[in-house]
């Protein structure tokens, strides 16, 4: 049971353009969502959160958007940049049982000089 | 670079035997999860450990096993392995066991059965 999905398996944008990554989620109790980036042979690295009190946070070119009563958020990325492309995946987390992270499959973006 | 440090890097072993993947958490945070990558599974959370004491169990088998020391770095014990546990396992840390933070994580250990 995936409770956390990204059905765009892959994104691709031009540089200067905008990119806008989708998640949906089924679980009602997830309270605190994040979006990570990831890099070959890298680990996961932290973005840009969102609590379930918010709509929107916004942290310099990345943007991102809450809507709870569709159980969905995204991610926009203005403008989209050559060093972003990359595989990002949205988790999120329902603060029971510590703070585990439940992740979506991820989207590759590439970004297009 | 996170902070978290992982090692070793790569870990090339046969079925049956057991293996240790370490991990140092970011300098203040007390809080260490195991996540485990693999192809069909994507990420997938396994333990939390927090100041020492496990705090959270995903579906982690019975043959995985973690530690949380004094000095806060962590170990997960991997034993009778099978071709199934090939994946990229990483660790990750946060300040405490609270909500609402970032994780941070380190940039993996991939495991390889042959």
């Known amino acids: 049971d995936q409770q956390v999905k990204q059905n765009s398996p892959s994104l691709s944008v031009q540089e200067g353009r905008i990119s806008i990554l989708n998640c949906d989620y089924t679980n009602s109790m997830f309270d605190y969502f994040l979006w990570y980036k990831k890099y070959p042979a890298e680990g996961p690295t932290f973005l840009i959160s969102i609590s379930s009190i918010k709509d929107k946070n916004e942290d310099g070119r990345f943007t991102v958007f809450l809507n709870k009563s569709a159980k969905h958020l995204s991610l926009h990325i203005v403008p989209s940049q050559p060093g972003d492309s990359a595989v990002y995946f949205c988790?999120?987390?329902?603060?029971?049982?510590?703070?585990?992270?439940?992740f979506g499959g991820g989207t590759r973006v590439l970004v297009k000089p | 670079d996170s902070g978290v440090t992982q090692t070793p890097k790569h870990l090339i072993t046969a079925t049956g035997q057991r293996v240790t993947l370490r991990c140092s958490p970011r300098?203040?945070?007390?809080?260490v999860y195991w996540y485990q990558q693999s192809l069909d599974q994507g990420l997938q959370f396994l333990i939390q450990y927090y100041n020492g004491e496990e705090r959270a169990k995903g579906n982690i088998l019975e043959r995985f096993s973690a530690q949380q020391f004094p000095d806060l770095h962590s170990e997960l014990n991997l034993s009778s392995l099978e071709l199934g546990d090939s994946a990229l396992y990483f660790c990750?840390?946060?300040?405490?066991?609270?909500?609402?933070?970032?994780?941070?994580f380190g940039d993996g250990t991939r495991l390889s059965i042959l």
């Open positions: 990750a840390s946060s300040v405490d066991e609270g909500i609402n933070q970032p994780q941070h």
């Open positions: 300098s203040g945070d007390l809080s």
């Open positions: 988790a999120a987390s329902d603060g029971a049982a510590g703070n585990k992270l439940t």
